[in-house]
């Protein structure tokens, strides 16, 4: 079984910085892309930052210039390092990444169980 844990999450007053990080653990062969998301209350889930295999990297409009997104292969984490946060940013955050478990497998979507990201004004 493939898990994806998250940790970092909390409370910060809006200009703060915080940084999430999620370890991925189980039957791995190879990772793709992995990638943070988030959700606020009553709005749809969108994406924040996607890294690929080889370090590219695509922001959402909304962080870049603030959010940097970087990946340790031989850890299997991806880390999300949030600067200058604003109350926008409140939302629950899933870490995802795409897994292949073994190397007869197709890549399968997997998601962490999500953290709280709550900025303060």
């Known amino acids: 079984q493939v898990q994806l844990v998250e940790s970092g999450g909390g409370l910060v007053q809006a200009g703060g910085s915080l940084r999430l990080s999620c370890a991925a653990s189980?039957?791995?062969?190879?990772?793709?892309?992995m990638g943070w998301y988030r959700q606020a209350p009553g709005k749809q889930r969108e994406l924040v930052a996607i890294?690929?295999?080889?370090?590219?990297?695509n922001y959402a409009d909304s962080v870049k210039g603030r959010f940097t997104i970087s990946r340790d292969n031989a850890k299997k984490t991806v880390s999300l390092q949030m600067n200058s946060l604003k109350p926008e940013d409140t939302a629950v955050y899933y870490c995802?990444?795409?897994?292949?478990?073994?190397?007869?497998?197709?890549?399968?979507?997997?998601w962490g169980q999500g953290t709280q990201v709550t900025v303060s004004s």
């Open positions: 890294i690929f295999s080889g370090g590219n990297t």
């Open positions: 189980g039957s791995i062969y190879s990772i793709n892309d």
């Open positions: 995802n990444a795409a897994i292949r478990a073994t190397i007869r497998a197709v890549f399968y979507d997997y």
